[in-house]
């Protein structure tokens, strides 16, 4: 391609975004070299000068070239997209990509492990990390599919608190209660912590083979009747709607609209996942990876062998972990290190906001199941592990393992086979979650409390 039109599409593109408010806008090249030859253009440093003027920062990468953060590439050889603002901006803000058509990606899932060498230094904040919540940078666009839940409701809110996630959907699905109970726990959530720009959508009431499984599991025992027992919601109904859509409907449709692959952050019953996959596997490119809350590397919760949400549905949780997809695991053997201490409830008392309040009902209710079912002293939040990982990826560490869907076993149906030491000779399929920051998973999660608490 002549590197004149190259440069016009990117120009054009860079002057856009800059115009709709972008704050970061990246600018990837296609093939390494050419960026050089590209910044010698006078228009393209003009439009870059244009774009710094109006406050936005142009991120350059090319190939393999280190000194910037490429997080997808495209096919043509030069386009600039954007990062947009919080949901607020975002809704009126025309797309200023829509002229850079983007084909299916090549060479996806590279994961930035680190800061852009040269960028600033971000400062520091109440938590002590480093620029967490300062809102700067490349926000991650996600799903949440879930079954709330205690743990999901703080999932829900880590999610819709910080800059780093861009919090696009929320779908549900049987679990840990009935779907039109997790769907209604879900708008409560969403409710008193006025999250009211997020759709939210009802998914699978069954696993995928239920004849196998005649009866839906539900956990009960610990989330109690409606799913979310402690606080007390009253009668009436939240004000958050539900979407029209099915979970699969609108899963297709956000990764559609969106200019960016989509993180899907399934932590329930991974049924609604296999079944989009299955349905729709030419959408596979829009999906960045499934970062997901189940299994272990060790024992059950449910069985001796098995997790909840991988026994609930066996087979939608191996036709995920045999996508190709690049999935993240966060099992028990982590999440139960993520506990509820009684400090951490009075750290998050303390807030004392409506919110805050109903949070520490939440936990309190959850302490006592875990408590009288499990021996434990504090309730582990096993969920929002997966969120606190996309915000800042330290805080867990994570091992490359082949993990694989026991089936068909007598007594271990529904268990996560991890092979840690490599002895199956199985290629690596998933990233798994081992050692936690608890302190740090803890900040995060009371900020985001303390933050929306203070919106609402």
């Given at each position: 391609?002549?590197?004149?039109?190259?440069?016009?599409?990117?120009?054009?593109?860079?002057?856009?975004?800059?115009?709709?408010?972008?704050?970061?806008?990246?600018?990837?090249?296609?093939?390494?070299?050419?960026?050089?030859?590209?910044?010698?253009?006078?228009?393209?440093?003009?439009?870059?000068?244009?774009?710094?003027?109006?406050?936005?920062?142009?991120?350059?990468?090319?190939?393999?070239?280190?000194?910037?953060?490429?997080?997808?590439?495209?096919?043509?050889?030069?386009?600039?997209?954007?990062?947009?603002?919080?949901?607020?901006?975002?809704?009126?803000?025309?797309?200023?990509?829509?002229?850079?058509?983007?084909?299916?990606?090549?060479?996806?899932?590279?994961?930035?492990?680190?800061?852009?060498?040269?960028?600033?230094?971000?400062?520091?904040?109440?938590?002590?990390?480093?620029?967490?919540?300062?809102?700067?940078?490349?926000?991650?666009?996600?799903?949440?599919?879930?079954?709330?839940?205690?743990?999901?409701?703080?999932?829900?809110?880590?999610?819709?608190?910080?800059?780093?996630?861009?919090?696009?959907?929320?779908?549900?699905?049987?679990?840990?209660?009935?779907?039109?109970?997790?769907?209604?726990?879900?708008?409560?959530?969403?409710?008193?912590?006025?999250?009211?720009?997020?759709?939210?959508?009802?998914?699978?009431?069954?696993?995928?083979?239920?004849?196998?499984?005649?009866?839906?599991?539900?956990?009960?025992?610990?989330?109690?009747?409606?799913?979310?027992?402690?606080?007390?919601?009253?009668?009436?109904?939240?004000?958050?709607?539900?979407?029209?859509?099915d979970a699969r409907t609108l899963i297709r449709d956000t990764l559609l609209a969106h200019?960016?692959?989509?993180?899907?952050?399934?932590?329930?019953?991974?049924?609604?996942?296999?079944?989009?996959?299955?349905?729709?596997?030419?959408?596979?490119?829009?999906?960045?990876?499934?970062?997901?809350?189940?299994?272990?590397?060790?024992?059950?919760?449910?069985?001796?062998?098995?997790?909840?949400?991988?026994?609930?549905?066996?087979?939608?949780?191996?036709?995920?972990?045999?996508?190709?997809?690049?999935?993240?695991?966060?099992?028990?053997?982590?999440?139960?290190?993520?506990?509820?201490?009684?400090?951490?409830?009075?750290?998050?008392?303390?807030?004392?906001?409506?919110?805050?309040?109903?949070?520490?009902?939440?936990?309190?209710?959850?302490?006592?199941?875990?408590?009288?079912?499990?021996?434990?002293?504090?309730?582990?939040?096993?969920?929002?592990?997966?969120?606190?990982?996309?915000?800042?990826?330290?805080?867990?560490?994570?091992?490359?393992?082949?993990?694989?869907?026991?089936?068909?076993?007598?007594?271990?149906?529904?268990?996560?086979?991890?092979?840690?030491?490599?002895?199956?000779g199985r290629s690596p399929n998933a990233d798994v979650g081992m050692e936690v920051d608890?302190?740090?998973?803890?900040?995060?999660?009371?900020?985001?409390?303390?933050?929306?608490?203070?919106?609402?």
């Amino acid at each position: 391609m002549p590197l004149r039109p190259v440069v016009d599409r990117a120009a054009k593109g860079i002057v856009r975004a800059a115009e709709h408010g972008a704050d970061v806008i990246n600018l990837s090249l296609g093939e390494s070299g050419l960026m050089a030859r590209l910044l010698k253009g006078g228009i393209l440093n003009q439009a870059i000068s244009a774009a710094n003027s109006k406050g936005a920062v142009v991120v350059a990468a090319a190939g393999n070239d280190s000194t910037a953060l490429q997080p997808y590439r495209l096919d043509t050889p030069a386009s600039a997209t954007w990062t947009r603002r919080p949901p607020c901006a975002r809704r009126a803000a025309p797309r200023a990509h829509d002229a850079l058509r983007r084909a299916p990606r090549s060479g996806r899932h590279r994961r930035s492990t680190g800061p852009v060498p040269g960028a600033p230094a971000r400062p520091a904040t109440r938590d002590g990390r480093a620029g967490l919540w300062d809102g700067g940078g490349m926000p991650v666009p996600v799903i949440l599919d879930c079954d709330p839940g205690h743990d999901d409701a703080f999932n829900i809110l880590l999610a819709a608190a910080h800059p780093a996630v861009e919090l696009l959907a929320v779908t549900t699905v049987a679990g840990n209660q009935t779907v039109e109970k997790t769907t209604l726990n879900a708008r409560r959530v969403c409710s008193v912590a006025g999250i009211r720009d997020v759709p939210i959508a009802a998914g699978s009431d069954r696993p995928l083979h239920g004849a196998q499984d005649r009866e839906q599991r539900v956990a009960e025992d610990i989330h109690g009747g409606s799913g979310l027992d402690g606080p007390g919601f009253g009668e009436g109904k939240p004000d958050v709607p539900q979407d029209p859509r099915d979970a699969r409907t609108l899963i297709r449709d956000t990764l559609l609209a969106h200019p960016a692959p989509v993180t899907l952050v399934p932590t329930g019953p991974l049924t609604n996942i296999a079944t989009f996959l299955l349905a729709h596997p030419e959408l596979t490119p829009r999906i960045e990876r499934i970062v997901l809350m189940g299994g272990s590397t060790g024992r059950g919760n449910t069985t001796p062998a098995a997790e909840f949400n991988i026994l609930c549905d066996p087979e939608a949780a191996d036709i995920v972990f045999s996508s190709g997809l690049p999935v993240t695991m966060f099992g028990l053997n982590a999440t139960h290190q993520a506990r509820a201490t009684p400090d951490v409830v009075a750290r998050i008392a303390a807030l004392g906001t409506p919110l805050s309040r109903l949070c520490v009902e939440l936990l309190t209710y959850f302490a006592a199941t875990y408590r009288e079912v499990y021996g434990f002293d504090a309730p582990p939040l096993h969920d929002p592990l997966t969120v606190a990982h996309l915000i800042d990826p330290s805080l867990i560490s994570l091992v490359r393992a082949a993990v694989s869907i026991e089936l068909t076993g007598t007594y271990t149906r529904g268990a996560t086979v991890v092979d840690l030491q490599g002895v199956t000779g199985r290629s690596p399929n998933a990233d798994v979650g081992m050692e936690v920051d608890v302190p740090g998973f803890w900040e995060l999660i009371v900020e985001a409390v303390r933050v929306l608490g203070e919106r609402a």
